[in-house]
């Protein structure tokens, strides 16, 4: 027996789900949590020395920056695609 589809709905045509200006915008977010989380990861690492206290603040900052630049990201292409169905549903 074969199976009935997955989805009944017809196929979204998905243009371009980003643009440069988008890019631009996510990128100073992305630079103002990087200083945001800097200054408050620098009161939390364990050391007395002012060179290691940045150097693991700024890694830290850079990884958390990272996920969230990614979390932007989701939530842009994810918010273009329901606003395209839901355009294209109309």
Same mark, same amino acid.
């Given at each position: ?8 709905? +017809?196929? #979204?045509?998905?243009?371009k789900?980003?643009?440069? %200006?988008?890019?631009?915008?996510d990128? #100073? ?20 020395? +002012? ?15 990272? %996920? ?7 939530f ?15």
């Open positions: 027996m074969s199976s009935p589809t997955v989805s009944s709905t +017809p196929d #979204i045509k998905l243009g789900l980003t643009s440069p %200006v988008s890019l631009v915008i990128a #100073i977010l992305v630079a103002g949590f990087f200083v945001f989380m800097f200054s408050l990861l620098k009161s939390h690492v364990p050391s007395n020395d +002012p060179k290691m206290v940045f150097i693991w603040a700024f890694l830290s900052a850079g990884c958390m920056s990272g %996920v969230f630049w990614l979390a932007i990201q989701m842009r292409v994810v918010l273009t695609a329901q606003r395209l169905a839901n355009k294209q549903k109309r």
